[in-house]
């Protein structure tokens, strides 16, 4: 034989194999789930003070330890990528929600990919990563079926994704995405989502326990709940029917004195006072309190079903002998929202629009309330009651929108339980605390990438029984939203509510001492100006150590705003009818201008159907066919224009279509048309006022329409039973964005109200 150079054997007999090592985390490592209420004030619980049932998660605060003194960001993606990053918002481009860049470094609405992820460095180190439900941290610009899939929760650390990439949606009829792509949403009887995610959670679990026995996973369930709309079982609605008839002030009263006994708040904490703009339950009218008071009925079912769905996925780790040795961190993404305004609403697309509905005309959908019809949000004055005893709510950098309940769970590292920590700690803090427990380090580089610092801290000193007196090991901690902003350190706390418009640097602070001021009632500037500058001169150099600047105070004009390449085309965007659902951040954007739409099809003696659907039962547009006439029907906020043509249609392929002229702002003539070789006929007009700023509260559909229908004069899908090849939005370039939006903000920030 030849001489050979040393090596493998000639055969596998002579020869010795050999693998590379998969990665696998310590054995002591635990399973890790982490459940995330959205909008969940920080007494909304009932082992946090109310009187809403929530057994399964006090069995989890039961069984581990409540903190009292965690605190958020005061809104969601933020919140959610200071949980996944370990970093400050800012820091990572999170100044905002995750809808939009700015062109600024903080505000990319992704997260940095110099911040890796909880979930990507525990799937690096051998975990199952697994998350179900609401993601809201990729460019919403990007969450279509052409993506780029860049931030979306697979290329972000998950190997399974099933729920919706915005920042809510109904809980009847969900957008859904599963992995990298759309589904139809679901059309059974019954159908909640809250309910699917738990099924999710659980099967993706099982899925890998069953292949793999033992393999750690790390399971990520972000609820839809509590965020508008506030929608549940009709049996759960029921159960609480008359409980609030009292009001606010007695109910908050009540929950306060709950709290102090549950050793919740301190001994000396005080009730707040009203926060403006809530009015004295006594004053209201009968019509009020009966509409405010269901509002709340439907809110707590909200809750109280959620919480049966979280005790399905105790039940499940218990059964599979999985509950003892998984860590379960619960906590909510901000406070009790002010976003239903001072009065609620049945229709949050109402809201957005400055078109806030009368009380009497809510009345009328009293029964409905809840249920699959309507998109609603509750007044002030029960948003301040989930925030007890604290002040304002989510946006807001005052107790109320950033302190917030976390719970810790794990019976093989938590022996103290039931136990309540007072440690000052933030929502960065979570991501080093699991990374401690687990044994593993964020890598210097991520996938090629230099990594940013992490700048949480854990934890896990406050696991221990004897923990209970030990002062926190965080000394400091800054926030900023929408331009409020507030720094906390060694138990001092300033903060401001901004006014738009305001110059950033002429506004009042106020001071409170929080070690003796739980509930921030004392403002101390005056008494303790040395001290109040003191701590503005911290917020200023934190703000430049994390990215803070520049501040910005746009809202919601910012939704009005678009990267120089993400502009809206200018050429007709054409959608054939196999084009899957699209989200409505991603459908062709009418407001407030002229457009057209059209659609190439060949019609037979029994064609009928949806050609497209834009929007739902709230709000949106729809072109249909029905008994051989051609239909447009423009819902204005769950109020309709019909415009039917007058004769019937020929069969034969032609070009369907409505036009619309804008006269006036939001306002303008439709007009339906047929087109056969190019003779175009006038089909009928209408004139209809339109909305102004935010389009639906729902996404768009070819060829049929899914989900909360646009119109009752048919039965969903609808699906059209023609030939439809194609159709075309045209759009005019006939208004002026920012102008408007500019408007809209002004008016609707809450220090106008």
């Known amino acids: 034989m030849t001489n050979r150079a040393p090596g493998p054997g000639v055969t596998a007999a002579e020869s010795t194999p050999s693998w590379e090592p998969r990665s696998t985390p310590p054995s002591s490592a635990p399973n890790v789930v982490v459940i995330v209420l959205d909008d969940t004030g920080f007494s909304h619980l009932g082992c946090f003070g109310s009187d809403i049932d929530t057994p399964n998660i006090d069995r989890l605060a039961a069984g581990g330890l409540r903190y009292t003194n965690f605190h958020t960001t005061a809104l969601c993606s933020p919140t959610r990528a200071c949980l996944l990053s370990g970093r400050n918002h800012h820091s990572v481009g999170m100044r905002w929600l995750s809808n939009l860049d700015t062109g600024f470094s903080n505000c990319r609405g992704v997260i940095s990919k110099s911040a890796a992820t909880l979930p990507e460095v525990l799937r690096a180190n051998g975990y199952g990563t697994f998350a179900v439900g609401k993601w809201h941290l990729a460019n919403l610009e990007d969450c279509s079926p052409a993506g780029p899939f860049d931030h979306w929760p697979l290329q972000r650390g998950f190997n399974r994704f099933h729920g919706f990439l915005g920042g809510a949606t109904d809980q009847f009829s969900p957008e859904l995405v599963v992995d990298n792509h759309a589904i139809d949403p679901p059309s059974e009887d019954g159908y909640h989502l809250s309910e699917d995610m738990v099924s999710q959670a659980i099967s993706m679990i099982s899925a890998q326990q069953s292949s793999s026995p033992g393999e750690r996973f790390f399971s990520y369930v972000a609820f839809g709940a509590t965020h508008s709309p506030h929608q549940a079982p009709s049996s759960y609605i029921d159960k609480y029917k008359g409980k609030y008839d009292e009001g606010w002030d007695v109910i908050r009263q009540k929950w306060y004195e709950k709290q102090l006994d549950l050793g919740i708040i301190p001994s000396d904490a005080e009730l707040s006072p009203r926060n403006r703009g809530v009015e004295p339950w006594e004053e209201l009218s009968k019509e009020q309190k009966a509409l405010y008071a269901k509002m709340q009925e439907v809110f707590a079912a909200f809750l109280d079903h959620t919480d049966d769905q979280i005790g399905r996925l105790i039940q499940f780790l218990e059964t599979q002998d999985l509950l003892d040795d998984t860590m379960i961190v619960f906590l909510s993404d901000n406070g009790a929202s002010q976003e239903g305004g001072k009065h609620g609403t049945t229709n949050e697309l109402a809201y957005f629009n400055l078109m806030p509905l009368e009380v009497n005309d ?86 090629g990438v230099d990594q940013q610092p992490v700048e949480g801290t854990s934890m896990s000193y406050t696991f221990p029984t004897n923990a209970v007196n030990l002062t926190t090991n965080r000394p400091k901690q800054y926030y900023e939203m929408m331009g409020h902003r507030a720094i906390w350190s060694d138990g001092w706390k300033a903060v401001t509510m901004h006014r738009k418009g305001v110059s950033f640097e002429d506004e009042k602070w106020a001071l409170y001492d929080t070690s003796k001021d739980f509930s921030e009632c004392h403002d101390l500037s005056a008494d303790e100006p040395e001290k109040l500058k003191e701590m503005i001169d911290l917020w200023w150099g934190e703000a430049e150590s994390f990215n803070v600047l520049p501040l910005d105070d746009r809202g919601n004009e910012l939704f009005f705003m678009r990267r120089e390449d993400r502009l809206p085309p200018s050429k007709p965007q054409r959608f054939l009818q196999d084009t899957p659902h699209l989200e409505r951040f991603k459908i062709p954007d009418v407001r407030n201008r002229s457009f057209e739409i059209a659609a190439k099809v060949t019609l037979d003696g029994d064609s009928e159907g949806v050609l497209v659907a834009s929007g739902g039962r709230t709000g949106g547009i729809v072109l249909y066919v029905t008994d051989f006439h051609l239909v447009f029907e423009y819902n204005f906020m769950g109020s309709s224009t019909i415009l039917s043509s007058k004769k019937k249609l020929d069969a034969g392929e032609c070009e369907l279509g409505v036009s619309y002229l804008k006269t006036a702002e939001n306002h303008g003539i439709a007009s339906l048309y047929i087109e056969n070789s190019d003779n175009r006929v006038h089909l009928g007009e209408v004139e209809i006022d339109t909305l102004p700023y935010r389009q639906t509260m729902y996404g768009m559909d070819v060829g049929k329409d899914l989900g909360p229908t646009v119109s009752d004069k048919y039965v969903g899908p609808f699906t059209f039973t023609g030939d439809l090849e194609w159709i075309e939005f045209r759009l005019e370039n006939d208004r002026d964005d920012l102008v408007a939006a500019a408007e809209v903000e002004a008016r609707n920030a809450l220090a106008d109200q």
Request: charged fraction near 20%.
């Open 362 to 447: 809510m009345l009328r959908h009293l029964d409905e309330i809840g249920g699959p019809n309507h998109y609603n949000n509750y007044p002030w004055g029960w948003s301040q009651v989930g925030n007890t005893p604290l002040r304002f709510y989510k946006q807001n950098t005052y107790e109320g929108g950033i302190r917030d309940p976390l719970i810790i769970h794990w019976p093989n590292g938590i022996d103290d339980a039931g136990g309540i920590r007072d440690q000052y700690h933030h929502v960065i803090d979570l991501m080093p605390t699991v990374l401690d427990i687990v044994g593993v380090e964020v890598p210097e580089t991520f996938q």
